[in-house]
């Protein structure tokens, strides 16, 4: 059990490709924090295991053979108002993100993503904090979206320290002891921007969490003049 957690996580995994399903469960079925309550192939399926097995975390694939994902977003927040609903695409998310966060979604993940980053992004959703996830290949999809804002930084060019002024300003924040929300209400920004930017932080410094992105920065002597 991963320290903290009070519970397993119930999860459902809905995809009408098989392979993906059944190697999605077989991968998720080797942490002992997480259980998968069910499987559906189609959005039908999906809510009759949502009324019945009440989960806590759902991996929606965006592409169903009834039903959007996007739309379904919203049937299943009808049946459980706190299930968590993490997105999965095999193709550019452009034209989904916007809507599915709208309605409910609380992250998206690259299909191709691997275990950790899989099992990351549930414990990060299904946490008292309220935490979104956004799968760190789809930046260059996601930023004018999440964000909202113009930071002049080509995404896919960007180097392990090249963090963007609100980065900096975000992680001085971290380092002051702030929270994710606590940082949210000091900048007057969404959530979900500074879920996604301390991702963007984390993966630049090449740090696995908050703390560990605080050492490198403050380590750094020469970091603050490396600004993109």
């Keep these: 059990m991963v320290p903290g957690l009070e519970k397993t996580i119930r999860v459902v995994v809905v995809d009408d490709h098989t392979l993906f399903a059944e190697g999605t469960v077989s991968l998720l079925s080797s942490e002992s924090y997480i259980s998968v309550v069910g499987t559906a192939k189609n959005g039908r399926d999906c809510l009759k295991l949502v009324k019945t097995e009440h989960p806590d975390v759902v991996l929606l694939d965006i592409n169903l053979p ?28 452009e034209g989904y993100v916007d809507a599915s966060l709208n309605k409910g979604a609380n992250g998206f993940l690259l299909k191709d993503c691997s275990k950790s980053e899989m099992t990351a992004a549930i414990l990060q959703v299904s946490s008292s904090s309220g935490q979104y996830y956004f799968s760190q290949n789809m930046a260059p999809y996601l930023r004018s979206v999440i964000v909202g804002e113009e930071t002049g930084t080509n995404t896919s060019e960007s180097k392990r320290f090249s963090l963007t002024p609100k980065e900096l300003e975000i992680i001085e924040l971290i380092a002051q002891g702030l929270r994710n929300r606590e940082i949210a209400a000091a900048l007057e920004i969404k959530n979900r921007t500074v879920d996604f930017h301390v991702g963007n932080i984390l993966s630049k410094l090449g740090a696995k969490s908050r703390l560990e992105a605080v050492l490198i920065y403050t380590k750094d002597n020469g970091l603050g003049d490396k600004i993109s």
């Design 66 to 93: 009834d039903f959007s994902g996007t739309d379904l977003i919203e049937k299943i927040k009808v049946l459980a108002s706190n299930v968590k609903i993490i997105m999965l695409t095999g193709q550019s998310p």
